[in-house]
């Protein structure tokens, strides 16, 4: 699979799923003041309807969330042959999961908690790659 860069757009749109409302509001109102246009998930059936019906740039996904896991949607959008950049994110990293994450060519994983600074350098280093040599 191939990463696509996004369309330079003024506002990329990022899609955050994660069951944790808290964390997911706090990340998302960080994230919109920044100038990022935000959709929001609370589980991964929400995040692949949303991710499958509208124009998304990147994916911002928590491993474990109830219904299907970050890398059951992720896997899912895959086999539909979208190939959004995925970042997912976990409190929970193992080398199985880093494995697996590896395996579906995400561009990422954050370990939970991270730094506000550590996901948006992250996100930029995806939605503005560096030009090729």
């Known amino acids: 699979m191939v990463f696509v860069a996004p369309a330079h757009r003024s506002h990329p749109t990022l899609l955050i799923s994660d069951d944790d409302r808290d964390f997911r509001d706090a990340l998302a109102e960080s994230l919109q003041r920044r100038g990022f ?3 929001l998930a609370s589980n991964g059936r929400e995040a692949l309807s949303l991710a ?12 474990h969330m109830p219904q299907m896991t970050g890398l ?18 976990s409190a929970a990293l193992d080398r199985q999961i880093i494995d697996r994450v590896e395996a579906l060519e995400t561009a ?3 370990a939970k908690p991270f730094r506000l600074q550590t996901m948006l350098e992250a996100i930029r280093g995806l939605l503005d790659p560096p030009p090729a040599a």
């Open 37 to 39: 246009e935000l959709l």
């Open 52 to 63: 499958t019906q509208c124009s998304v740039d990147l994916l911002l996904l928590d491993m």
């Open 72 to 89: 059951e949607t992720l896997a899912s959008l895959r086999a539909l042959r979208i190939v959004t950049p995925c970042i997912l994110m």
């Open 108 to 110: 990422g994983f954050l």
